[in-house]
């Protein structure tokens, strides 16, 4: 075992050496060249008022052709994973155009890392680069976690109090490249580590394998190590907020070898759908769409490691599932649906606000089509920044039993 660790961690080494450089500059978005860009000119953000309330004169307005970097950093407080307590959270996004702004996409990265002044932190980078002309696309997603969370077993039988707090250390690396094969669609490879170590329930009564019914990766440590074949379809003009119409399609299968370092062989497939449709398409600034998003996660075999099961919350954004409890249901297959209509309040873009729906199901309690649990909620939305079409986003959201806040940067979607 230790060997295996071992290899796994050269690896992440060697892999983390490599993509430094790239992540000062990276995360997601598409801009189909059909589609032409927002007048962004005649919206307002909060940076236009703090320069309003400072006297500060706005610097010559840039052309398009320039890489200009856009910044958004937001300060938070909020509840620990596992409920122990709240946390500092930090929120900071960037942007840049690696290329022509009519041929490539928006490049970004999101860092928001937190720490409850004590034991429990965490360290999450997601990038994603788009090279000139969008000829390559480069995504990345490393976490340095310690991570208390609740689980509830497999399937969703148990009630919302018959749960147990799973303290464990996590890294996480994953790096893909994707070349355009053909336009808005990419196709390539990339490699996957999860590392869980020091697995454990905080209550000493409870023994996890017992409780969760699974004997995999519920003790101790846990590796899965493995290659990825990635296929993805884009058109939306910007991940970060989609507003012209779009779509996304993004399809991962993942095979974990015992011989890369996992603890047993295992499989995956991430199949991840999204569409917008502008319900005002003579306007060009206000915010007036319907969005969709469906994925299906399921673990091929009966090997895979517990944590690594699909997971509502997990998805690799982790934005699913909002008004329920990040890892309340799990299970070998996962089915997630959710709608989202999202409205300007205010003309200059500075107010909206959006309703959502959404519904997931999992596998080991009942079928797939029977066994499914609603949420819904609303949110505020408050412009950050207009040139990256960054929002700050606030949201509540309901299930049986459950309710929460989430505050961020950026669309769930």
């Known amino acids: ?6 290899y796994a961690a050269r690896i992440l080494v060697l892999l983390v050496t490599v993509s430094l450089g790239a992540q000062a500059q990276t995360a997601s978005t598409i801009i189909p060249k059909t589609v032409s860009r927002r007048d962004t000119a005649r919206q307002t953000d909060l940076i236009d008022i703090g320069k309003s309330l400072f006297h500060i004169r706005p610097k010559v307005i840039r052309t398009e052709g320039d890489k200009k970097i856009y910044f958004s950093f937001l300060p938070i407080s909020s509840a620990v994973p596992g409920g122990n307590g709240r946390a500092l959270v930090t929120s900071t996004s960037a942007g840049i155009y690696l290329g022509p702004r009519k041929t490539t996409n928006l490049s970004s990265a999101s860092f928001a890392p937190y720490w409850n002044f004590g034991s429990r932190f965490g360290l999450p980078l997601r990038t994603s680069i788009w090279l000139p002309e969008n000829t390559w696309t480069i995504q990345g997603d490393v976490r340095f976690l310690r991570y208390p969370q609740d689980t509830w077993g497999l ?3 148990r009630g919302e109090d018959d749960k147990s ?9 994953y790096q893909s490249a994707l070349k ?7 196709a390539g490879f990339g490699y996957n580590l999860d590392y ?5 329930s905080d209550e000493e009564n409870i023994d996890l394998p017992t409780f969760t019914k699974y004997a995999y990766g519920t003790n101790g440590s846990s590796v899965s190590s493995g290659i990825t074949f990635n296929l993805l379809y884009d058109t939306r003009n910007n991940s970060i907020n989609p507003i012209m119409p779009g779509a996304y399609a993004n399809i991962v299968y993942r095979v974990n070898p015992k011989f890369l370092g996992s603890n047993d062989n295992s499989s995956s497939v991430y ?13 060009r ?6 969005a969709f998003w469906t994925y299906v996660w399921s673990a091929v075999g009966n090997k895979t490691p517990y944590l690594d099961l699909p997971s509502l919350g997990w998805d690799p954004y982790n934005r699913s599932g909002r008004g329920f409890e990040q890892n309340r249901y799990r299970g070998r297959t996962l089915v ?4 989202e209509y999202r409205r300007d309040i205010t003309a200059n873009g500075l107010l909206g606000f959006v309703v959502f729906t959404n519904v997931n199901t999992v596998s080991g309690s009942g079928s797939l089509l029977t066994s499914y649990h609603p949420a819904a909620g609303t949110g505020l939305r408050v412009k950050f920044n207009k040139g990256s079409g960054t929002n700050i986003a606030v949201d509540y959201g309901i299930s049986k039993g459950f309710s929460s806040i989430t505050l961020g940067l950026g669309e769930a979607f």
């Open 285 to 290: 600034i206000q915010q007036n769409t319907l």
């Open 336 to 339: 997630y649906l959710e709608a």
């Open 155 to 157: 399937g969703s039988t």
């Open 165 to 173: 707090l799973v303290n464990y250390n996590y890294v996480r690396f």
């Open 271 to 283: 199949a991840d759908f999204r569409k917008y449709v502008r319900l005002n398409p003579e306007k």
């Open 196 to 200: 869980h170590s020091g697995i454990h």
């Open 1 to 6: 075992m230790k060997n295996k660790i071992s």
């Open 180 to 186: 355009k094969i053909e336009p808005y669609l990419f």
